[in-house]
């Protein structure tokens, strides 16, 4: 198992990330997230996420974060890639939730 972290309370103004998560062959992962990902409000350009998901031969992957909150006037532009080799599986997840 493995838990995402973002200790800057969320992402706002043209932030950016990046996640990349290779399972190899025959290995098997769960990853999930500490708390809810926040995007706030922003006037300027918006916040980017990118995720690489790679799962080797055999493997398996569950991607389950926690909800992500979008704000009102949030501006978020995410990017989700997923590579499956071969006999791969994946379960794939994500909530959103519209805040204040």
């Known amino acids: 198992m493995a838990a995402l972290v973002n200790v800057g309370g969320g992402l706002v103004a043209g932030d950016s990330a990046s996640i990349a998560v290779d399972v190899g062959p025959e290995a098997a992962v769960l990853v999930t997230s500490q708390a809810a990902e926040r995007v706030y409000r922003s006037s300027g350009p918006d916040c980017r996420v990118r995720t690489q998901l790679t799962v080797g031969q055999g493997g398996w992957l569950e991607w389950c974060p926690q909800e992500t909150i979008l704000f009102e006037r949030a501006r978020l532009r995410r990017i989700l890639r997923l590579d499956l080799a071969g006999d ?13």
Do not use: Q
Request: net charge positive; hydrophobic share 60%; charged share 25%.
């Open 88 to 100: 791969a599986r994946a379960m794939l997840g994500e909530i959103l939730l519209f805040g204040r």
